[in-house]
């Protein structure tokens, strides 16, 4: 059995730093607009892979146990006790969590231990709601330090190409991070990633020792009114005119795009009444920060009887950040990056009864006591240049390291 952790709301709060982020404005990514500066929490679950089990199955027990009906997703009155204090739950999965569910190898150690691999928050709502964030103050943010040079980075993609040559995967999705130092209040610079443009899962979730702050465009898995869909990303260009045309017509962005399509609806037919799964938009172009990025649509009736334990191991890790096939991609990954993925390239979002909806954590960044964490890349498949993955990782980072490093 799972051995993860859960508290009531009381903790233990230190003087300075991220130790006092419990007690500031509530704001999770996908939070209803009304509730979020009206949450106070009751309850939260750590888990972490260290503990074992099954982290899906905990984290759905300790849900249903406070009131928020997950057993059934297609039917949320199943077992549902009605508790008029309970607005929702926030929950984060990281990409090691994903793995463990997946049966992968997790990948090398987090750079940012003080985070869980798993985290619920059990929120209620409050009369008196709480003020704005406010500005940094002594903020000052330290030199970038990347986990691997652009030529390790080029190498990784170059052996990625070598395993698709033999036949072992037709896509892996390779992830660079990089660290700085920081002083003073974090969760001030955290919170203004949720404005950047395009930032559909823009918010922040907060613990002891560690912060979360996430500008991600991408819909990992939502749940309304029966069903079930996802929203994958992938293929970037710059936001110019001519950017935009490149990506239209790019062959090689278009096949990339399409391998995930079809995991993505392998995924869902797990979840789905049989039959029902459909592709409602194909390679739509949107726009995130300065870059153009291709996203689909895709839906399907949820099959009777699904609880969110079962939607959590067919989703996670999320295909656009793993590869294809999934697993073979997994073990490639965890044999190529030289850190693990921390905050980055999991789930973050909110459930609440008769609604679940997150956001895959890429353009995500985490806080621990005295470093700021950031991941970053892309898809890898045989007709990648090494030195333009390159470039395509460092222009996804570029807009959150902007913004973080002004005072």
């Avoid at 333009?388 to 807009?399: I, M, Q, T």
Wanted: hydrophobic content about 40%.
């Amino acid at each position: 059995m799972a051995r993860g952790k859960s508290t009531e709301r009381t903790r233990k709060i230190g003087p300075s730093g991220v130790e006092t982020l419990p007690h500031r404005v509530i704001d999770v990514p996908a939070a209803p607009p009304g509730c979020r500066h009206r949450l106070t929490e009751r309850a939260r679950l750590h888990w972490r892979t260290s503990d074992g089990g099954d982290p899906a199955a905990t984290v759905q027990a300790f849900l249903t146990a406070h009131g928020l009906p997950v057993t059934d997703l297609a039917d949320p009155t199943t077992g549902h006790h009605p508790d008029d204090r309970t607005c929702g739950a926030a929950l984060y999965v990281s990409a090691a969590a994903g793995a463990h569910l997946a049966g992968a190898p997790t990948g090398p150690p987090s750079p940012a231990p003080a985070l869980p691999d798993l985290v619920a928050v059990v929120y209620d709502h409050t009369d008196t709601p709480t003020g704005p964030t406010g500005h940094p103050t002594g903020w000052w943010v330290g030199p970038w330090q990347p986990s691997w040079t652009p030529r390790a980075h080029a190498a990784a993609v170059r052996a990625v190409h070598a395993a698709i040559g033999r036949g072992d995967v037709y896509q892996v999705n390779l992830v660079g991070h990089a660290t700085a130092r920081y002083t003073g209040d974090p969760l001030p610079a955290l919170s203004r990633l949720a404005a950047l443009p395009g930032a559909r899962y823009g918010g922040t979730l907060t613990g002891d020792g560690w912060a979360i702050g996430c500008a991600s465009p991408e819909t990992l898995v939502e749940v309304t009114a029966g069903r079930v869909l996802t929203r994958p990303i992938k293929g970037t260009r710059p936001a110019t005119a001519a950017g935009r045309r490149d990506l239209l017509a790019s062959a090689k962005e278009r096949a990339e795009h399409i391998m995930i399509v079809d995991l993505e609806r392998h995924d869902l037919a797990h979840l789905a009444r049989t039959g029902t799964v459909t592709v409602d938009e194909l390679y739509a172009v949107r726009r995130w920060c300065d870059l153009w990025q291709a996203e689909s649509t895709i839906s399907a009736t949820v099959a009777d009887g699904l609880g969110l334990a079962d939607l959590l191991r067919a989703v996670c890790p999320g295909g656009s950040v793993t590869g294809a096939p999934k697993l073979a991609a997994l073990h490639h990954i965890a044999a190529l990056e030289p850190v693990g993925r921390g905050a980055g390239m999991g789930a973050l979002g909110w459930i609440a009864p008769g609604h679940l909806d997150l956001g895959l954590t890429i353009r995500t960044v985490a806080a621990d006591p005295d470093r700021l964490h950031l991941w970053a890349g892309g898809g890898i498949t045989w007709d990648s240049d090494p030195d333009a993955e390159v470039a395509e990782a460092a222009a996804k980072a570029a807009p959150l390291r902007a913004l973080l490093t002004t005072g």
